[in-house]
């Protein structure tokens, strides 16, 4: 009943001359189309005219009635198109539905497939780039922001996270970002291979375990002279001259407890002289041994 009063009225509508809305211009019923959605009468030169100047320029948001705003029917505008800016259309589509698609949940199909291919680019849903198969998403921005972000996470968070970069990726990058830490404040790069050195104590003439280069730990200065302390006996050396030695005497003050506690003193004396006393009656055997012979 109602698509026969729906029809009565186009047959009605049809059989009269009208004025467009939009141009103004006045044609018989049968030069008008009737919207889909909000069921208003334009002429059909008012409607090619915008649905082709909104699908060239790209902006299919802007495909609405011109009198009421209501959003365009795509059968519309198929009607009022020809094929090649159908397609285009259809194209725009695609794409605008594919950014708003969030990640799917399930990763034992991650790659959308379609019966109908518009285009041979296959992409993974979570980073947008081309497919890699089982192999996590790249992550090209700062790496201590991602760790900082999955350290800080709840426990879903984390589990999305895993799922996008893979758990031991995150906690190897963890790690990474921790031992930088470590080395950043322990360690100091060497001055000719920029390999990081550390030093675990005696002077402060280094040498880089991996490029051999003699350095001052002090100022970083590479060492290249025939005699590389040198550079402690030069008054020109400001902050080195004389400084050979200089923290060892901090170090042993920090760790003199506990140095305590690991290293008697009195116990070593007291060896020393054990052994001492028994050398002497060693040789004291010996030289009787000899005045007997």
Known sequence: MVHFDDN?????FQRQQHRCPVCFGSFAGTEFTRLTNCRHFVCKEC?????????????????????????????DVQ?????LLWDKYQQFQLDNAL???????????????AQKVFSSYVFCVHCRRGYHGVDPCAFNGDKRILVDEY?????KTKQNMEKRYGRARLRNLCDEIKAEEWVSKNAKQCPK?????????????MVCSKCGSAFCWICMHRLTGVDPYDHFQDPQNKNCFM????GIEDSDEEGGENDG????????????????????????QAVRMLQNI
């Open 8 to 12: 009565r009225v186009v047959v009605v």
């Open 261 to 284: 506690d690991d290293f008697d003193e009195a116990a070593v004396r007291d060896d020393g002289l054990f052994v001492l006393e028994e050398l002497r009656n060693v040789l004291g």
């Open 243 to 246: 400084n050979l030695m200089m």
């Open 79 to 83: 009607l009022s198109v020809e094929p």
């Open 151 to 155: 350290e800080g996470a709840d426990v």
């Open 193 to 205: 291979c920029k390999f990081p050195v550390e030093k675990m104590g005696g002077c402060n003439k």
């Open 47 to 75: 409607i090619k005219s915008l649905c082709r100047s909104l699908i060239k320029e790209g902006s299919l948001h802007k495909l609405q009635c011109m009198e009421c705003q209501e959003e365009l029917n795509p059968f």
């Open 99 to 113: 950014s708003s698609m969030q990640a799917r949940k399930t990763s034992f199909n991650p790659l959308l497939r």
